[in-house]
């Protein structure tokens, strides 16, 4: 397993086979021009070092000619071994799984793809909106930590981190920004992504929970994400002191696990994940969705200061198609809040931008000190996670 692992690192996760027809559909859309073209009709290569893995470039490809690497044998091992194997599986999977098996675009599968992952020999199966819950707990407590700093609220001197705040839950764009603007990083959140807060809980409480010891279980993650195999092969995420995360499959991949194995998915009777580590709130559903993480983020943020319960609460101003878009949600205190800040309410500025790329202008707002936003959210895919590299396509050529 840390052969595979080293070599996402040094290699990256997607690379472009030799019968490439150099049509440049790739190069199009790469968000951190990755892809090198030595002239026309010739095979094109991706530079690692500039590769963020989204796999954007794969999903385009009208040929099928370029590839992720794969973790699935070792996930197939760990089924047939004797270690307790867990699987998460995110919001956007089960919006995209259908498609491979015919069904129309958006179709909800998740009670499926959680019997078919059951057949598939998993012994528990949680759902990543518990992961996704916590990732928005952190990130918007976060934030009102940032803002009471930058408002002189005396106990709150220490808080690190800069305003405006960033979303980190994206793996391609923490890349992106790790590559491009090193020297603004203390802007993102410290808030591990859904898949990261929910592996490093898996493998020490739930562990603990199930009475395994972290060395005897095996942590899978499905995601709509090809970035997100680079992100469980970084070094830092061993929270047991073993890795967060042993192996992900994307979209597709557990569509072709499910076909080899002869399941037939369309007859299966829909099941529940576990509730230990499985349960969640219809806030970490719409992660999956640009404009989704900063909506929930929000909710919090609106419960935590205003003291309101939120049971059927949205912040459409955030939702939308543009590649970058922006609103102000104004929050009221509680009288608690009140008389910790001094204000009466807080009109937060946010901005929400769709495709990494697209990030540019708003970037260079920040480093110039003359940004108007407290809260940004950067997706690398363009429409989100329900766009990523590993969700089901069709390279069949008419």
């Known amino acids: 397993m840390s052969n595979i692992r080293d070599l996402i690192l040094s290699e990256g996760v997607i690379s472009i086979r030799d019968d490439c027809k150099g049509c440049d559909d790739c190069v199009k859309v790469c968000p951190n021009n990755a892809i090198t073209v030595n002239g026309l009709g010739t095979k094109h290569v991706i530079d690692p070092a500039k ?18 690497k794969s973790m699935v044998q070792e996930v197939k091992e760990a089924l047939a071994g004797n270690k307790v194997v867990v699987v998460q599986e995110a919001p956007a999977v089960r919006a995209g799984l259908g498609e491979a098996f015919g069904l ?15 057949q598939l020999g998993f012994d528990h199966v949680y759902d990543t909106v518990f992961g996704a819950d916590m990732t928005i707990m952190e990130e918007g407590h976060e934030l009102i930590g940032r803002l009471m700093r930058d408002m002189g609220v ?32 203390e802007h993102l959140s410290t808030a591990k992504s859904p898949m990261m807060m929910q592996a490093a809980v898996t493998k020490t409480y739930g562990a603990q929970q199930l009475g395994v010891d972290p060395a005897d279980m095996f942590s899978v993650a499905v995601m709509p994400c090809t970035s997100k195999k680079y992100e469980a092969s970084r070094p830092e995420f061993i929270s047991s002191g073993y890795r967060d995360i042993d192996a992900v499959i994307t979209t597709r991949e ?9 399941i037939d998915f369309d007859s299966l009777t829909p099941d529940e994940p576990e509730s230990l580590l499985g349960m969640g709130s219809g806030a970490g559903v719409i992660f999956g969705n640009t404009g989704g993480v900063m909506e929930a983020a929000l909710r919090t943020a609106y419960a935590a200061l205003s003291g309101e319960e939120l049971e059927t609460f949205e912040i459409t101003a955030v939702r939308g198609d543009d590649a970058v878009r922006s609103a102000t949600v104004t929050i009221p205190l509680s009288d608690e809040w009140k008389a910790v800040a001094g204000v009466e309410r807080l009109d937060l500025n946010v901005a929400i931008v769709s495709g990494s790329q697209n990030v540019t202008s708003v970037m260079e707002e920040v480093a110039a000190g003359t940004s108007p936003y407290h809260f940004i959210e950067v997706m690398n895919c363009p429409g989100g996670c329900v766009n990523g590299g590993g969700q089901p396509i069709n390279h069949e050529i008419l």
């Open 254 to 262: 557990l569509a072709q696990m499910i076909e080899e194995a002869g």
């Open 104 to 118: 129309e675009t958006g179709t909800d599968v998740e009670g499926r793809m959680i019997a078919a992952l059951q």
């Open 51 to 68: 590769c963020l893995s989204c796999g954007q470039c794969l999903i385009t490809c009208p040929f099928g000619r370029i590839e992720d």
């Open 154 to 185: 005396p106990g709150y001197e220490t808080v690190e981190g800069k305003i405006p705040q960033f979303t980190s839950c994206c793996p391609g764009w923490v890349r992106y920004a790790e590559l491009n603007y090193p020297d603004m990083l």
